[in-house]
């Protein structure tokens, strides 16, 4: 073989890697090579916001990009979901906090929704859950619980509470809890946490029934709890009543996850499935929950989907109970 030939046929053994490596397709990219849209479908500053970006903080040390949180509140807290299952692609690069009610309102009565729960998304990971209270502001007359349901009584309608919105956790539990006490409460629903909480402070609403986002007001004394939505009392308020305290048979939680939009890559799901829960294990996020008295309730693709299962059996009891089930 000519000396030419023989040159020319090393030159081109040479760089044929590199030249595969050049036209390899951007879909065969490690997974993630950009910045990775976390929806949080509730108002920045609540309870919500901080905890899932606490946890996203964790997990991006583990998925090598940015987790860029994206508050994008209304509709009870579906409205995030909902957008993302109708618009974004199924590339991993956008998923949402996916709330009890994504799975709640397709289940009530006058509810049009968007969105399939069991067809719509694909879940990813469960993370947690509320720690949910409900608040008055410290010049109350109300005191404890009983003095609530003593006033009502003598005042049907005149006592008010605000919650996130209507057709959420906070709005059923609340429902619940004035029907087995034979009271009449009024519902105010706002976006968040933040709006119905500066509503009790101003005086326009008797009582806020919120997340965690209460816990540095009560601490202060800017609010006082008259009771705890948890199984168990909260360390740091000890003199506030549970629900089963008070004599009712329930525990509202809300618990919660993280979901993308449906035919995600499952490769992709597990890469983040692996990088939030260990955010979740992260140090620096458990202390965040701490402080909001939320608890790492994990799950993964599997154990999410089990969830689901009995959260929508039990949603569906819990409506029928109140007369709003379809």
Do not use: C
């Not at 993630?32 to 997990?59: C, E, Y």
Request: net charge positive.
């Amino acid at each position: 073989m000519p000396l030419r030939r023989v040159f020319t046929a090393i030159v081109f053994a040479a760089l044929l890697p590199a030249a595969l490596a050049f036209h390899t397709p951007a879909h065969a990219q490690a997974f993630p090579s950009k910045p990775i849209t976390l929806i949080v479908p509730w108002p920045a500053g609540g309870s919500t916001d901080i905890s899932m970006r606490a946890i996203a903080r964790g997990a991006e040390k583990h998925l090598g990009q940015p987790i860029i949180v994206d508050n994008k509140g209304g509709a009870s807290g579906t409205l995030g979901p909902a957008t993302m299952a109708a618009t974004a692609k199924p590339d991993g690069y956008t998923i949402s906090q996916i709330p009890i009610t994504v799975f709640r309102l397709p289940l009530m009565k006058n509810q049009k929704v968007s969105w399939n729960p069991d067809t719509d998304f694909t879940y990813i990971v469960h993370l947690t859950g509320y720690a949910f209270a409900v608040g008055v502001r410290g010049e109350s007359p109300f005191k404890k619980w009983q003095d609530v349901i003593d006033f009502a009584k003598a005042n049907p309608g005149k006592v008010s509470y605000g919650s996130p919105g209507a057709g959420t956790s906070l709005h059923i539990g609340m429902e619940l809890i004035a029907g087995q006490s034979g009271i009449q409460l009024t519902h105010v629903p706002f976006k968040g946490d933040g709006e119905q909480r500066a509503a009790v402070l101003g005086g326009h609403i008797d009582m806020a029934v919120g997340g965690s986002g209460l816990v540095p007001f009560v601490g202060d004394g800017t609010m006082r709890a008259l009771m705890i939505w948890t199984k168990e009392r909260a360390k740091a308020w000890p003199d506030v009543p549970t629900l089963k305290d008070l004599g009712y048979p329930w525990v509202f939680d809300s618990p919660f996850g993280i979901a993308g939009p449906k035919g995600m890559d499952p490769k992709h799901v597990q890469i983040i499935h692996d990088a939030f829960k260990k955010g979740l294990e992260d140090p620096e996020t458990i202390a965040v929950l701490d402080k909001f008295f939320m608890v790492p309730n994990y799950a993964d693709q599997k154990g999410y989907l089990e969830i689901i299962k009995q959260t929508t059996a039990y949603e569906k009891a819990a409506l029928e109970r109140i007369g709003l089930a379809k």
